[in-house]
């Protein structure tokens, strides 16, 4: 079945650091990919997205690109503020299917002022 | 505009007891689902509908009942809490296949104890 892996965190950095969190999919064809956050005590929501090979998805200085070659979206931010302390997790999902999201197991993220 | 509400936000059960959880969306989204959220784990879908009516099964159904009598609401039920059930529970909905951009709209999360 499909499946999204991240690299494990938890994840700490001091403030203006650059972030990578890693995120590699296993799907059959070509799926969407996202980017939620989920801020302290919140539910998830949608950061960026990417849904065709080569885009890149940008929002809030976040940027992801889609690589089909190497089945990864990786998460990047040149330089982390402490609000940007928060769960970031990976997905996936098919257009057109009920089932929607496949997410993967979170990475937390800390940012030291 | 409240978006996706869920209640009650906290709630502790003993094993065996029966509960429900409520969530009602005001953006008149026809795909509502159930998710649970697990330190380590992600979210894994339990149940999720594709209209008012209809349910069907996710990832990890076993233990959990789902009703959507009316296309707002979309309720998640626990017949005999065990311990296992111990967890976060996210209630989302989304727009319809045909306007599909993967995004879904969470709520803030009810966290259930069984003892």
């Known amino acids: 079945g499909d499946s999204v892996t991240q690299m494990e965190g938890p994840v700490t950095l001091s403030e203006e650091a650059f972030l990578t969190i890693n995120c590699t999919y296993t799907?059959?064809?070509?799926?969407?990919l996202f980017w939620y956050v989920q801020y302290p005590g919140e539910g998830l929501q949608l950061l960026l997205k990417a849904t065709k090979a080569d885009d890149k998805g940008s929002n809030k200085g976040f940027e992801a690109t889609y690589r089909k070659e190497t089945t990864s979206f990786h998460l990047e931010k040149g330089s982390v503020q402490v609000s940007d302390s928060a769960v970031y997790f990976c997905?996936?999902?098919?257009?057109?299917?009920?089932?929607?999201?496949?997410f993967g197991s979170g990475t937390q993220l800390t940012v030291l002022p | 505009n409240a978006g996706v509400t869920q209640t009650p936000k906290f709630r502790v059960l003993k094993t065996g007891q029966s509960m429900t959880l409520l969530c009602a969306q005001d953006?008149?989204?026809?795909?509502m689902y159930w998710y649970r959220q697990d330190p380590g784990m992600g979210l894994r879908l339990i149940h999720y509908s594709v209209g008012e009516g209809t349910t069907a099964k996710g990832e990890v159904p076993d233990g959990y009942n789902v009703s959507r009598l009316k296309k707002q609401n979309f309720l998640l039920g626990l017949e005999s809490a065990a311990p296992s059930q111990t967890s976060v529970y996210f209630c989302?909905?989304?727009?319809?296949?045909?306007?599909?951009?993967?995004?879904?709209?969470f709520g803030e999360g009810s966290r259930l104890t069984v003892l």
């Open positions: 989302a909905s989304s727009y319809s296949r045909q306007g599909d951009t993967g995004e879904l709209f």
């Open positions: 953006m008149n989204h026809e795909y």
């Open positions: 997905a996936l999902s098919f257009k057109g299917s009920a089932r929607q999201l496949t």
């Open positions: 799907a059959t064809g070509y799926p969407s």
